[in-house]
């Protein structure tokens, strides 16, 4: 029995709790409930990420915890900023959740398949985090990006592990 969609099913849930807990944040900085809340629903969707075997979205979701928990313990400046870096992770956890569900469906392309395996880092060059990977029209963005001072030649991608769905444990970290 292939266990990948219902995986998907609990992965729903998380994003949702994600986004939730993210826009609450947003709309009281001080509240540090919220953040205690995106770091449980992302050490669950990480857990649940590498029990499926979806090792690529486990260790991009366990830096994008570790880094909250960076923040958690020297705190930045919660702006505009900061969330819409927070919103473009959250985006891009949900796009590596579509294409697994595209995965599932038979309809995930190479070249999608082939994007879950790097990651930009956090906080790097604004287009280069989470846009990149998006659509072909980005490398238009980027060069504008460089032309204007910011130079996007500096981030490297960060090679992420290589998933290998096991059908047999998922039935355990489902329990």
């Known amino acids: 029995e292939d266990l990948l969609p219902i995986f998907l099913e609990e992965a729903?849930?998380?994003l949702e709790?994600?986004?939730?807990?993210?826009?609450?944040?947003?709309?009281n900085s001080s509240q540090t409930d919220s953040l205690d809340l995106l770091l449980r629903h992302l050490h669950t969707l990480k857990g649940g990420s590498r029990m499926a075997g979806l090792n690529s979205l486990g260790e991009y979701t366990h830096n994008f915890e570790t880094f909250l928990i960076g923040v958690q313990q020297n705190p930045?400046?919660?702006?505009?900023?900061?969330f819409?870096?927070?919103?473009?992770r959250q985006d891009e956890i949900t796009r590596r959740v579509e294409i697994?569900?595209?995965?599932?469906?038979?309809?995930?392309?190479?070249?999608e398949l082939e994007s879950l395996k790097f990651e930009q880092p956090i906080g790097a060059v604004k287009v280069s985090t989470g846009?990149?990977?998006?659509a072909p029209d980005t490398e238009v963005i980027e060069s504008e990006e460089a032309?204007?001072?910011q130079s996007s030649t500096t981030v490297e991608a960060i090679d992420l592990p290589a998933?290998?769905?096991d059908e047999d444990v998922m039935p355990i970290f489902l329990e």
């Not at 819409?84 to 473009?88: A, D, I, Q, S, W």
């Open 12 to 14: 729903d849930e998380l």
């Open 17 to 27: 709790g994600i986004d939730q807990s993210i826009l609450d944040w947003s709309e």
């Open 76 to 82: 930045v400046d919660f702006d505009q900023a900061f």
């Open 84 to 88: 819409g870096l927070l919103n473009e």
């Open 100 to 111: 697994y569900q595209k995965l599932e469906s038979g309809q995930a392309t190479e070249e």
């Open 131 to 134: 846009e990149v990977e998006k």
């Open 147 to 149: 032309s204007s001072g």
């Open 163 to 165: 998933d290998e769905i």
